[in-house]
């Protein structure tokens, strides 16, 4: 039998399964908090810029509010998160970790990192021979280049041995927390013994099980929405895909405004109301996915920080805002730390929503992020329909001293 849903339940269902549902905590954020993020959304994805605040800081405020900054930092150095290549560089509980052992044995699926690791011979084993003896190292540490580095990906010998070393599993790593570069150790020295001893799963059972988890996380969707959650290739999760709803692990449904068959986890909850209020990271679960945040949300959503800037259409790191289990909005903010200011350089309505109400409830939100930020004041500066509005109501921001 196969279950039909609008657009809206999905959209609802989607919402619960990522937290959304559940209240923000009204006193002390800790550890306990973090976990229960990660059990609703698996892994947070990570990403350098630091225009506002570092990504993967975002998924946390979206759903706790304000909270200790040191908890993703604390909780990886403490071996209950562990960072590897699963949605791009992301942030995983430790526990997962026998399921991505098949994939450290994959070829390297970039065909330029590929050649240049094949170009390096010894190299690479006598940089882990240096990790093993002297202990942690960074890239500054085995730096090869004389000269300018010149694009984006143009790493010099030492860092791509570190980052083959990476991707094999031979060693982990974790953020240095003021400059965010990578430290470099061996796994049994930053993940725990239990962890590193549990057999992992054959690639086809592995799959199996990350596709499960992908449908917890999101609650509902296509085959390609569940295989993108941990950067799964589709044709090759096919097979799994029948077995787990073969053994009702999984249940086929229909979404009417969905042009494809999607899937739903026994698990996840149709929420009658989603009272959510949250600004998204460009790399959250709910938008991350583009195709995805089109089709539920009909939200279109393209980050523009790499777009010149005549070339912008809403700004340079616009976040999209979620009210309720609409996205009805976007801004585009900057943390001007030496003036203590948060800046909204745009703020624009999506069409056919309650603008005063959007402005009402933003406004909330940047305060909030504001005092998460030490920051001393709001400022809206650039463009969009909602920047007079918003103007008028952010101001001033109070925090305890």
Request: with cysteine; hydrophobic share 40%; glycine share 6%.
């Amino acid at each position: 039998m196969t279950f039909a849903l609008t657009n809206a339940q999905a959209r609802r269902i989607a919402l619960a399964s990522q937290g959304f549902s559940d209240p923000r905590p009204t006193g002390r954020v800790d550890r306990r908090h973090l976990r229960r993020v990660f059990d609703r959304i698996g892994l947070i994805q990570i990403d350098s810029v630091n225009v506002l605040v570092r990504s993967q800081e975002l998924p946390l405020f979206a759903r706790l509010g304000p909270h200790p900054r040191t908890l993703i930092d604390d909780a990886t150095r403490d071996g209950e998160l562990f960072e590897y290549f699963v949605h791009e560089a992301s942030l995983i509980p430790t526990d997962q970790y026998h399921l991505y052992r098949w994939r450290m044995r994959e070829p390297y699926p970039w065909p330029h990192f590929r050649q240049r690791v094949q170009q390096q011979g010894n190299y690479i084993e006598q940089v882990y021979q240096r990790i093993v003896d002297e202990g942690p190292l960074v890239a500054g540490d085995v730096r090869t280049r004389v000269g300018k580095r010149g694009s984006w990906w143009d790493h010099d010998d030492g860092k791509i041995a570190l980052e083959a070393l990476f991707y094999l599993g031979r060693v982990t790593a974790r953020r240095r927390p003021h400059d965010f570069a990578r430290i470099y150790d061996l796994p049994e020295r930053m993940i725990p013994a239990e962890v590193l001893t549990r057999p992992a799963l054959p690639e086809h059972e592995a799959r199996k099980e990350l596709l499960l988890l992908a449908a917890k996380y999101h609650g509902v969707g296509t085959l390609q929405d569940l295989a993108d959650y941990h950067r799964l290739t589709p044709t090759l999760c096919k097979q799994a895909l029948t077995e787990l709803v073969e053994e009702g692990r999984l249940l086929p449904v229909t979404v009417r405004e969905w042009d494809r068959p999607a899937y739903l986890h026994p698990g996840a909850r149709l929420a009658r109301r989603i009272s959510a209020r949250a600004l998204l990271s460009p790399f959250d679960p709910i938008v991350w996915n583009r195709d995805r945040a089109l089709r539920m949300f009909g939200f279109h959503y393209r980050i523009e920080i790499y777009t010149p800037p005549p070339k912008r259409q809403y700004g340079c790191y616009v976040l999209p805002f979620l009210l309720g289990d609409e996205l009805v909005g976007r801004v585009d903010l900057k943390a001007d730390r030496a003036n203590r200011a948060l800046l909204v350089q745009s703020a624009w309505a999506e069409p056919g929503v309650n603008d005063r109400e959007v402005v009402a409830e933003l406004a909330q939100e940047l305060r909030l992020m504001a005092t998460w930020l030490e920051l001393d004041r709001i400022e809206v500066t650039g463009r969009g329909q909602l920047g007079p509005s918003l103007q008028h109501l952010a101001g001033g921001v109070s925090r305890p001293r």
